[in-house]
């Protein structure tokens, strides 16, 4: 375990120059996704800690860093493991970015309807950002930063441009306008909303908790496969 820290000490000491993207991405996100109202948080949370982690990975690539941590007497898999668990300490950094923006906001009177902090806000952070980096790690293992970038970029807008159009499709019961594979996706949707409304908040949470541990755990175990073969 202490190894795992100072690896991300290590890429925290290398961000020590972009540790102001935080600041600047809190504003902006409660400008730009004012419409999301509740989604604000997340494109807070995700977003910082995605521009943090190719942060590092960039300058890991640019500084060979790579190569001699892979030299060090150290496991591939505390090294794989500290790339996931240092996302979670970036997407604190972005909670804290966002409460910034809020209290600067409200000291300043701007006229912005600022949702406050709530659980269920931080598990859908928490989520969707699990769900970033077991797609995003895996891939940047397997090949690395600069051949995982273009993946990465689509990831994370992908991450944005489906939430409305999830709610598109449950705004719309299917009708004779749409295509077949709209139609069945949007009654599916609607089906498992409804399922969800008979469902208790905690049986929810364990749901979202028990598929975000899996994903996790999968993706890892991925990562460090992918590694464990990769050739410098």
Known sequence: MLTILNLIKKDLFILKKSLWIPIFYGFFALIAFVNLKSGVLSAVFVGVAYSLITQACAQDEKNKSEIMVICLPLLRRDIVLAKYFSAFLYGIIGLFSYLLA???????????????????????????????????????????????????????????????????????????????????????????????????????????????????????????????????
């Open 102 to 232: 809020q209290v600067v906001v409200s000291f300043l009177g701007i006229s912005l309807e600022v949702q406050k902090i709530t659980i269920p806000g931080l598990i859908g952070a928490a989520s969707a950002l699990i769900i970033l980096v077991s797609i995003y790690f895996p891939l940047y293992f397997k090949f690395g930063y600069l051949r995982s970038r273009m993946f990465g970029m689509i990831l994370f807008f992908a991450c944005f441009f489906s939430i409305p159009f999830a709610a598109g499709l449950l705004a719309h019961s299917p009708g004779i306008d749409h295509s077949q594979l709209l139609q069945t996706a949007s009654a599916a949707l609607l089906k498992f909303a409804v399922w969800l409304k008979f469902q208790t908040d905690w049986q929810i949470g364990c749901y979202l908790a028990a598929l975000n541990i899996i994903m996790f755990s999968l993706s890892a175990g991925l990562s460090l496969r992918f590694y464990a073969h990769r050739e410098f």
